[in-house]
């Protein structure tokens, strides 16, 4: 029962000791509605952060061929531990764009615990990511209107059915892994950062930016 004891003790300590070495990044419903403004003003300007200007006569044919309608977003951010990924998605004549990721639902206690055991989650905008100072790393894939359709149910889908969040296995860049393998793109070992995971993902797809789902 001694050992027990230490033992139980020896992890607590070590879990404030993170806690205090961690900020926990958490979404929550005051961060989104905080950072609403933000989005519309904040979309349109990254949204070809990887793009530059071409000469006219030639802008419009490459987008014509290149991009569709839609957009899947796949990003990644700074934050105090190793940082969060999570995906953009709307369509591109519009300003305001949604936001899907995996997250702890809480403070910073809820994300030590959830490198021991399952914590509840939350799966929408998240404290900096509407914010294109704390941007690590985004690779952008566009979509027609039907594709765009069926991705955009899975990703809601995606969110209704994440209701716990674990550092080892129900993570973000799990996450936004399940959405792009259902777009058909090569994904990437998903146990690793934010940004090296998103790099890593267009590298694996040549940095293609359209995306067509194969048939139903």
């Not at 001694?2 to 992890?11: F, I, L």
């Not at 129900?170 to 146990?191: Q, S």
């Amino acid at each position: 029962m001694t050992n027990k004891a230490d033992r139980s003790g020896s992890c607590i300590l070590a879990g404030f000791a993170l806690a205090a070495m961690l900020s926990c990044t958490t979404p929550s419903a005051s961060a989104h509605q905080a950072n609403k403004g933000a989005a519309d003003a904040n979309a349109l300007a990254t949204a070809d952060t990887a793009s530059r200007p071409q000469p006219q006569s030639t802008r419009r044919s490459v987008a014509r061929a290149e991009k569709g309608p839609y957009y899947v977003d796949f990003r990644a951010r700074t934050a105090a531990s190793w940082g969060h990924a999570f995906v953009w998605y709307g369509k591109t004549s519009e300003r305001a764009v949604e936001v899907a990721g995996l997250t702890p639902a809480g403070d910073t206690l809820a994300y030590v615990l959830g490198h021991i055991t399952f914590v509840p989650s939350e799966t929408g905008a998240s404290y900096g990511d509407l914010d294109p100072e704390y941007l690590t790393a985004s690779y952008r894939v566009y979509l027609n209107e039907a594709d765009a359709k069926r991705v955009f149910a899975y990703i809601k889908k995606l969110q209704a059915n994440s209701p716990v969040w674990n550092a080892e296995t129900m993570n973000c860049t799990g996450f936004i892994g399940d959405i792009a393998e259902f777009m058909g793109l090569e994904v990437p070992n998903r146990w690793q950062r934010p940004e090296n995971f998103v790099n890593h993902l267009k590298e694996m797809n040549g940095g293609r930016q359209m995306v067509r789902l194969s048939a139903e």
